[in-house]
Every structure is written in C-alpha cells, then in structure tokens.
C-alpha cells in the first residue's frame, strides 16, 4: 500500500520556466510587459481581436518551440510509476506535460494548440496561427476563431472534476504557482478540508505558502525530480 493513495498535482508557469516560458508575475513576467485586461479578457478581445490574437500567436509559437524540463518529466515518471492514483491539473497552456509523457493532465485554463469557434462552439487541435480571416474547420464560419484557452471573467474548464478529485485526496502538492489566481489559489484549501497532506513546491514561498503544511523551495528541475523521487520510495 503506497503512503499516499490519491495524489493530485497542481502546476503552475513556474514549472515551465526553465523550459524558457515566462512566467506572468515574476520580474519580467508577462503581466509585467502586456496589460492582462487588454489581452486575456473578453472584453479585451471585443475590443481588439487582432491584438488578443496575435499574443496568443507568439505564446503557441513559442510553446511548440519549448521542451518539456526534468520537472515534466518527474511528473510524468509520478504518473507512470506510482502505485497509488496521481492526477494531474494544470494551470499551464503550453503542452510541455504531454511532450514529457503525462497521458492526460487536466487543462483548467485551456490549451494553446486548441482553438474554439464562437459560432458554432466546436474545439479544434491547432497548431498554426490564428487570424481574423481564419474559418472554423466545422461551419467554416469566418473570423470566429479564439485560441481555447480561458479568459479572466471566464470559468475553469473541468471545474467539477477537480473539486471531486480535491475532496477525495490524500496528497496534494503544488507547484510553481503565485496562488494568487482563484478558483486554483484555493485547492489547497479544499485538499485540507478532505485531510490530505499538503506541499508546496515553488522557487518561493507563494502568496499562499503559509496554508501548506510543508513547503519546499528552489528551482523546479530540481526540486521536483527529487520530490517525486522521495514519493517513489514511499
Ligand atoms: P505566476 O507567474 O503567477 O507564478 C509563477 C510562480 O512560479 C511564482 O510563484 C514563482 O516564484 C514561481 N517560479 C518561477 N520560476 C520558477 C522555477 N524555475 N521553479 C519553480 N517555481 C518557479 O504563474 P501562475 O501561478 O501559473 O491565467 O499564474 C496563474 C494564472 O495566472 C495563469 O494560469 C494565467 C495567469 O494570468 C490565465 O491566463 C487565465
């Protein structure tokens, strides 16, 4: 029997910049350069489309040149190996947990190389760029085009799966994350009301590294790799 029988793992930008993604809070982080009101919400994007889209073009862009670093790839290891259940949700937009293997992490914010169709609502892999010409595959409604991903104002995606998951763990460890963005901030607190342990892993302490019963710092390639290691040995 594993220490832990339910595991859920929640990533956060952190994780990736070491793969060379910013993250959005840090110094020279995204919000610091782009004003998230202008670019990752909806009102933003009624606005000014071309500017919304072309952000997003240059995040893909940028996401499809990225490799998954030895933190994706603990994770994905934790996933494969471990005995007990490991879910994993992400924050993350990029892909880099499935370039290392993970089979299905959850995408509560939505996926770069997705597109959603404001007409018709289908979902469609894509890996080009988005423009107001482009058509939907589906009803080939032109200029309807959005990257999938989730929006300030916007709900989560996956929300209630998440919360079934948080209630019924025994473990739950995040990682690279601000906790500044809800409902995420938050799952900590729902890991705790269902008794499960729970760590922070992060470069710093986040905003809310104090609800965490064990914190760990430095640099995810490092600090993960030998975390999901200590869990392996359990
Ligand atoms: P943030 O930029 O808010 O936080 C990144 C966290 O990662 C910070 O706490 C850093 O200290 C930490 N960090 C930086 N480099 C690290 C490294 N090498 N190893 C470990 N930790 C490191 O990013 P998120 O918390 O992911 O949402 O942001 C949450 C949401 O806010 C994003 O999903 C996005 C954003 O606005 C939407 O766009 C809807």
Redesign the pocket.
């Known amino acids: 029997m594993p220490a832990f029988e339910r595991i859920v793992i929640l990533t956060?930008?952190?994780?990736s910049?070491?793969s060379g993604l910013g993250?959005?809070?840090?110094k020279d982080?995204l919000?610091t350069k782009y004003d998230?009101a202008e670019v990752?919400t909806p009102q933003g994007y009624a606005r000014n489309p071309s500017l919304v889209l072309d952000f997003y073009n240059t995040r893909r862009r940028n996401a499809l040149a990225a490799r998954p670093n030895a933190a994706h790839e603990a994770l994905a290891r934790l996933e494969r190996d471990y005995p007990g259940e490991v879910l994993t949700v992400t924050?993350?937009v990029d892909g880099l947990h499935e370039a290392a293997g993970s089979r299905s992490p959850i995408h509560m914010?939505g996926e770069l190389a997705k597109a959603l169709c404001l007409s018709c609502d289908g979902r469609h892999p894509w890996l080009d760029d988005i423009s107001l010409d482009t058509c939907c595959p589906g009803c080939s409604a032109p200029g309807r085009m959005r990257p999938d991903v989730?929006?300030?104002g916007e709900m989560p995606y996956h929300m209630e799966r998440i919360e079934e998951a948080l209630g019924n763990c025994d473990l739950f460890v995040s990682i690279?994350?601000?906790g500044?963005?809800y409902p995420?901030a938050g799952f900590v607190v729902s890991a705790r009301g269902a008794g499960a342990h729970t760590v922070e892993l992060?470069?710093?302490p986040?905003d809310g590294a104090s609800l965490f019963a064990e914190r760990v710092q430095g640099?995810?390639t490092q600090v993960v790799p030998a975390y999901v290691e200590r869990l392996l040995q359990c």
């Open positions: 956060g930008a952190g994780l910049a070491e993250t959005f809070r840090d982080g919000w998230l990752a924050q993350n914010h989730v929006w300030f690279g994350t601000s500044t963005v995420a992060n470069l710093e986040s640099p995810a």
